[in-house]
């Protein structure tokens, strides 16, 4: 990031002075998470949750590099090495549930900072590309959750397993070879079980690095604030630090608290019983259900239940269910609303709140059986929930009367007294 | 050194310039496509090393004696790591599964298409429903078996007849017959 104001850094031991020439790695993190990024004063505490998501995936990497020293990624003792994880590894249980609540928690964290996004107007120009790559991430993330479920070999792992490998199986023609070549066989067993490990291990650091490309197209335009009003003097940014890592520091201790209490109380909580059976290829649990972050998503697959045109109902669902998030790779090109903010665009606002609402539905839905009344309530909040994306948005941007803007964030901040009319930088 | 340089680079200044197509163009498109090539060739390995494997592969038939299943009584075994459901059908079943006009199924197949032929009490299809791979239920004593008396997939309710045809709910297909022959009278042997 670089307005002109921007603190620089000015090694004074000689011994930084030195290592500044030779490789400015302090110079790097100083004009990227210190003194020398200028972010806007006026950030709420719905911008914490980008740091507490790179917390949960260094609590991910540290706990699974751990997990992994004591697992077998063997089908005939994977679920054996899962339990002598919990009952003879030394603290093994605090590090395995610290791995499976940290998976929820790292959802819970995005879920938010993705809904921020939505709300605040963060994908719009100039920030499209971070919004893009954090689409990315988040597919990501999904499969790395989707793989690391079915390590302990449970029976909600197996068939977990199988019903999403399943789902390339709908494809037309090549669906089934797809879907045994992922697996590596007719049915999930040891080749499946063994890759899915390795790229469970190696995913993760692919996440890590999309994530610095995330941060690096951040660092270019700057954070959004909740004006939306871009930084136009230097009263309208803080430093980095001190400002914004005591900020984050407090929401992460707030954060820790929660994931404490998860991890020490109710570890098994959001977990399914049925997953400390071992897995049994002859014998399907009575309800399938994935984790609760794909809820939602599943509930749009098992939406569709009627063949539309000469296209099967299977093949529809999945195609919906990808097409779900490939949407919000579309979001900057569809919202075409020049104010970012939603604080100052009162029918969008109002969409919004619905758009929330309609995805905690399904996401209910996609938690139940699929059965009346979840099949119809998941097939009206499938719908709006596309045309969200595809009427609501394009149309609101086009008629909406968006109110009046700040002239900046320092006046949004200190209202239009003295102290705000502090004249341009300059 | 003048010369080598001179040597190095003709078609700079050579007089074949002019038309636009050098010497060294041709080894830049014939360098680059065999590394290409090689580069791509690379990629058979790391792609089949995916698919299923020897071992996987040798499992992938298996005998059953079936001489003491009863009319009515069906039985799960092992194919490929997946469940194979062999039912002997009652004579009631088998009037049942002939009684549906074929055209008006999802998937359109008369029983005489799914069984062998002077065997069609012997209905040996995959455990595998065709929506996203559950077992269904049926086959053990006092399983459901839906409402039309063959198979149910309690995961999201698809509804399979006597012919195993798929009748109701969101599967697409009729359960997979799986390839099979009769070594004799009591055993068969799939795949």
């Known amino acids: 990031m670089s307005f002109p104001w921007a603190n620089e850094y000015k090694p004074s031991h000689p011994a930084m002075v030195w290592l500044d020439e030779k490789l400015p790695l302090p110079r790097f993190v100083f004009n990227a998470v210190g003194a020398g990024y200028p972010v806007p004063r006026n950030l709420n505490y719905m911008y914490n949750f980008g740091v507490l998501a790179g917390v949960c995936l260094m609590i991910q990497i540290i706990t699974g590099v751990v997990l992994a020293m004591h697992y077998a990624a063997n089908t005939g003792v994977a679920f054996d090495s899962t339990e002598h994880i919990m009952r003879d590894v030394n603290w093994g249980w605090l590090l395995r549930y610290a791995h499976a609540n940290g998976a929820s928690a790292f959802f819970v964290v995005v879920y938010f900072h993705i809904f921020r996004g939505f709300f605040y107007g963060s994908y719009k120009a100039p920030r499209e590309m971070i919004w893009l790559i954090g689409v990315l991430i988040f597919l990501l993330m999904m499969a790395t959750a989707f793989m690391g479920y079915v390590l302990p070999w449970g029976q909600m792992s197996y068939w977990g397993a199988k019903v999403i490998t399943g789902l390339f199986g709908a494809i037309p023609l090549v669906g089934e070879p797809i879907q045994t070549w992922l697996l590596g066989g007719f049915a999930p067993d040891q080749a499946a079980l063994n890759r899915f490990f390795s790229l469970h291990f190696l995913l993760p650091f692919v996440i890590l690095g999309v994530v610095i490309l995330h941060i690096w197209a951040l660092h270019i335009p700057g954070s959004t604030n909740p004006t939306g009003v871009e930084v136009k003097q230097e009263s309208d940014t803080v430093p980095f630090h001190p400002y914004y890592t005591a900020k984050d520091g407090f929401g992460l201790g707030v954060f820790l608290i929660f994931y404490?209490?998860?991890?020490?109380?109710?570890?098994?909580?959001?977990?399914?019983?049925?997953?400390?059976?071992?897995?049994?290829?002859?014998?399907?649990?009575?309800?399938?259900?994935?984790?609760?972050?794909?809820?939602?998503?599943?509930?749009?697959?098992?939406?569709?239940?009627?063949?539309?045109?000469?296209?099967?109902?299977?093949?529809?669902?999945?195609?919906?269910?990808?097409?779900?998030?490939?949407?919000?790779?579309?979001?900057?090109?569809?919202?075409?609303?020049?104010?970012?903010?939603?604080?100052?665009?009162?029918?969008?606002?109002?969409?919004?709140?619905?758009?929330?609402?309609?995805?905690?539905?399904?996401?209910?839905?996609?938690?139940?059986?699929?059965?009346?009344?979840?099949?119809?309530?998941?097939?009206?909040?499938?719908?709006?929930?596309?045309?969200?994306?595809?009427?609501?948005?394009?149309?609101?941007?086009?008629?909406?009367?968006?109110?009046?803007?700040?002239?900046?964030?320092?006046?949004?901040?200190?209202?239009?007294?003295?102290?705000?009319?502090?004249?341009?930088?300059? | 050194?003048?010369?080598?340089?001179?040597?190095?680079?003709?078609?700079?200044?050579?007089?074949?310039?002019?038309?636009?197509?050098?010497?060294?163009?041709?080894?830049?498109?014939?360098?680059?496509?065999?590394?290409?090539?090689?580069?791509?060739?690379?990629?058979?390995?790391?792609?089949?090393?995916?698919?299923?494997?020897?071992?996987?592969?040798?499992?992938?038939?298996?005998?059953?004696?079936?001489?003491?299943?009863?009319?009515?009584?069906?039985?799960?075994?092992?194919?490929?790591?997946?469940?194979?459901?062999?039912?002997?059908?009652?004579?009631?079943?088998?009037?049942?599964?002939?009684?549906?006009?074929?055209?008006?199924l999802r998937d359109p197949q008369s029983l005489e298409d799914r069984t062998k032929k002077g065997k069609e009490e012997w209905l040996i299809t995959m455990g595998v429903c065709t929506h996203l791979g559950c077992v269904p239920l049926g086959t053990g004593e006092g399983e459901v078996k839906g409402e039309f008396g063959g198979y149910f997939c309690p995961c999201h309710g698809s509804v399979y007849d006597t012919a195993a045809r798929i009748r109701k709910g969101p599967a697409p297909k009729n359960l997979e017959v799986p390839p099979y022959e009769f070594t004799s009278d009591t055993v068969v042997k799939i795949g």
């Open chain 1, 260 to 426: 404490c209490a998860m991890v020490f109380f109710a570890p098994n909580a959001l977990g399914h019983p049925d997953n400390y059976i071992p897995a049994n290829p002859m014998q399907t649990p009575a309800h399938i259900v994935p984790e609760w972050y794909f809820w939602p998503f599943y509930a749009i697959l098992r939406a569709f239940t009627q063949d539309f045109l000469f296209i099967p109902a299977k093949l529809l669902g999945v195609l919906a269910m990808f097409s779900s998030i490939l949407v919000w790779f579309l979001l900057p090109w569809l919202d075409n609303s020049p104010v970012r903010s939603g604080h100052f665009r009162p029918t969008f606002k109002k969409f919004f709140w619905l758009l929330v609402v309609d995805v905690a539905v399904l996401g209910y839905c996609g938690g139940s059986p699929a059965e009346e009344p979840y099949v119809i309530i998941s097939q009206i909040a499938a719908l709006y929930y596309f045309a969200h994306f595809f009427i609501v948005l394009p149309i609101v941007s086009m008629i909406e009367k968006p109110l009046p803007l700040p002239f900046s964030i320092t006046e949004s901040v200190l209202g239009k007294d003295d102290a705000a009319t502090v004249a341009p930088a300059e």
């Open chain 2, 1 to 104: 050194m003048t010369d080598t340089a001179v040597a190095d680079n003709p078609a700079q200044s050579g007089p074949e310039s002019g038309d636009g197509v050098r010497r060294r163009d041709f080894i830049y498109v014939a360098a680059t496509s065999a590394a290409g090539v090689g580069a791509a060739s690379v990629l058979i390995p790391l792609v089949s090393q995916m698919a299923p494997s020897a071992d996987v592969l040798a499992e992938s038939s298996t005998e059953l004696d079936i001489g003491s299943i009863q009319p009515g009584q069906a039985i799960k075994a092992v194919f490929r790591k997946q469940p194979v459901f062999v039912r002997r059908l009652t004579p009631k079943e088998i009037a049942e599964a002939k009684a549906v006009p074929v055209d008006s």
